[in-house]
């Protein structure tokens, strides 16, 4: 069987450590990715060689990208001799419980497939990969959008008794982007794909944030992998809304390293910080809200220029904060409990723990304030290079065609507020949102920032 092409990828996806300035080897595992115009005509032979010639394959899709990509990938691979279930959702699924639970069923009692297959973006690619980690057996994914940076991340994003987790799991085996296929999607996949991508500034500076409260130093090449590659997207901001082929390679390639820069770190801070959870939460209060929820890369760019803004707030405006400023304590409050309203026990329970552990953190909220305030300046500078690649944020995601204000999510200045000061609940991860919350400062400037973002 042919080799693929060669990829700037490359480097990343060899099973061999990776000795790295952090100390650490890294290994990332020998992964395969055909990424280019006509990829697709490589689906059969890079599933040969992920998961055997004629391995027995359970193929994940939906309507829309089973017509996008799956009926040709089928037939591919029917012809080449493999063994074929089909999954095909009959309306969009949710990245859930109840999805994960009809692919059980799919599966029947019979033998589980050798590999899973899944044609699809965000919502098909993590639950095949929480498929695939369940049943531990490889998966091939075939993309259909360039609409988030998971499909070489290792973690799934689902939503588990109604609360957003993330999941440790094994990102695919084989990879096939073909550049002809995205060129088809709907733009506004791409253009929430650029938003996802471009929370790499505070996503970044969240992570350097953590990583001074924890005194471990967060990996530097996790840090910069994607840089150059997220530079070369946002100058071709404008190129992606009108879905020129450059453009979407570009957003293609920044988005997977995105991802590897995400197995680097070993978890997905280096790309998910308090603007992820700002979208996590919307979310989760979506069906309460009677609001139908956008698409998680929209969401994360309209939480990314919130963060930018609390960024702002703290470095830039307010300056200094007082030694002794603090409260002494920090009750979830009302925020928290109407987080309770639409989770099962255990979803509960797991909110409970992680709520718990953010709030135990470095010996708590006021010592952590205290510390904050002493080592201010030292944690501006650090905080500095990241933050730089803010300028101009907002004017790319505006050219690329991504929603920049919350009323473009539909989300209402009082929902958007009670959001801000509530989303920091959702996970142990400390970000911007939480040392906006240690200062006091958290609950005026949601308020500000949902009417600045309105
Ligand atoms: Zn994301």
């Known amino acids: 069987m042919p080799g693929p092409p060669p990829s700037v990828l490359d480097p990343w996806l060899k099973d061999e450590p990776l000795a790295c300035p952090c100390g650490r080897a890294h290994r990332l595992g020998r992964r395969e990715v055909l990424l280019g115009r006509g990829a697709l005509d490589g689906v059969a ?10 391995a027995s394959l359970l193929l994940v899709a939906d309507p829309d990208t089973f017509a996008a990509a799956g009926a040709r990938v089928a037939r591919d691979l029917a012809r080449a001799g493999h063994p074929l ?10 990245a859930d419980d109840a999805a994960l639970s009809w692919l059980r069923e799919r599966l029947g009692g019979g033998a589980a497939p050798d590999a899973i297959v899944a044609v699809g973006s965000g919502t098909i690619n993590d639950l095949g990969k929480a498929l695939a980690a369940e049943l531990a057996v490889p998966l091939v994914t075939v993309a259909t959008a360039a609409s988030m940076n998971g499909y070489l991340s290792p973690i799934a994003a689902l939503t588990v008794g109604g609360l957003k987790v993330t999941v440790p799991a094994e990102p695919a085996r084989a990879l096939v982007v073909d550049l002809d296929v995205l060129a088809a999607a709907p733009r506004q996949l791409a253009a929430a794909g650029f938003g996802d991508l471009c929370s790499k500034p505070v996503s970044g500076a969240d992570w350097v944030l953590a990583s001074w ?5 967060p990996c ?4 910069s992998v994607a840089d150059e590659a997220v530079a070369r997207a946002r100058a071709a901001a404008a190129g992606i809304a009108a879905g020129e082929g450059e453009a979407l390679a570009a957003l293609a390639e920044a988005l997977l390293l995105s991802g ?7 978890t997905s801070a280096p790309a998910s910080g308090g603007e992820h959870l700002v979208s996590h939460y919307l979310d989760m209060s979506a069906a309460g809200w009677e609001r139908a929820p956008y698409l998680h890369g929209e969401q994360v760019a309209v939480g990314t220029l919130a963060s930018l803004s609390l960024y702002r707030r703290l470095f830039d405006a307010a300056g200094r904060p007082a030694p002794d400023a603090p409260a002494p304590d920090d009750p979830p409050g009302p925020a928290f409990d109407a ?6 026990e255990a979803a509960r329970a797991e909110l409970e723990r992680e709520a718990a552990a953010k709030r135990e953190l470095a010996g708590g909220r006021g010592p952590r304030a205290v510390r904050a305030a002493a ?12 933050l730089s690649a803010r300028r101009g944020l907002d004017d790319d995601l505006a050219a690329a065609g991504t929603p920049v204000r919350f009323a473009a999510i539909d989300v209402t200045r009082p929902r958007a507020a009670h959001a801000l000061r509530a989303a920091r609940h959702l996970r142990r991860r400390y ?11 958290l609950d005026a400037w949601a308020d500000e920032i949902a009417e600045e973002l309105a």
């Open 45 to 54: 032979d890079a599933v040969g060689r992920a998961a055997g010639p004629r």
């Open 85 to 94: 279930r089909g999954s095909v959702f009959p309306a969009a699924p949710h």
């Open 213 to 217: 409260l924890s005194g471990e130093a």
């Open 220 to 223: 530097p090449v996790a840090l």
């Open 260 to 266: 590897i820069s995400m197995m680097l770190a070993g």
């Open 339 to 344: 987080l309770h309203a639409h989770l099962d």
């Open 375 to 386: 080592g201010w300046d030292a944690l501006a500078e650090r905080l500095a290079p990241l």
């Open 431 to 441: 970000t911007v949102l939480d040392l906006a919350s240690d200062l006091g400062w």
